[in-house]
Nanobody
Framework: QVQLAESGGGLVQAGGSLRLSCAASGVGDRFNIYSVGWFRQAPGKEREFVAGIKGAGRTTHYNDSVKGRFTISRDNSKNTAYLQMNSLKHEDTAVYYC?????????????????WGQGTQVTVSS
């Protein structure tokens, strides 16, 4: 069974940076076939797509609100994906979830992913 574990969240001041990690287990040596997406959900709001990356790492997609500030990447040798978040804003405060799927056509569509982590809290103080 594929499991995902996020880490790296925390409290940071506006303008600061954090790097989130998403470690996958139960994928053996096949992590490279899984697309990975980062989503977030703020209190009282719906879950929204943040960034996604295809298995080989060459195709990425971002929510317009984070373009130029966030970077998604992956290290398939470590079965881990990352979300580097720079120039953080108060409105980036949310629980961040990573998701993985082996058949993901549209990276920004949550229902295309099969597996989800438990989430990590990111709080940006203004």
């Amino acid at each position: 069974q594929v499991q995902l574990a996020e880490s790296g969240g925390g409290l940071v001041q506006a303008g600061g940076s954090l790097r989130l990690s998403c470690a996958a287990s139960g994928v053996g040596d096949r992590f490279n076939i899984y697309s990975v997406g980062w989503f977030r959900q703020a209190p009282g709001k719906e879950r929204e797509f943040v960034a996604g990356i295809k298995g080989a790492g060459r195709t990425t997609h971002y929510n317009d609100s984070v373009k130029g500030r966030f970077t998604i990447s992956r290290d398939n040798s470590k079965n881990t994906a990352y979300l580097q978040m720079n120039s953080l804003k108060h409105e980036d405060t949310a629980v961040y979830y990573c998701a993985a799927g082996d058949v993901v056509l549209l990276l920004w569509i949550g229902r295309e992913y099969d597996y989800w982590g438990q989430g990590t809290q990111v709080t940006v103080s203004s």
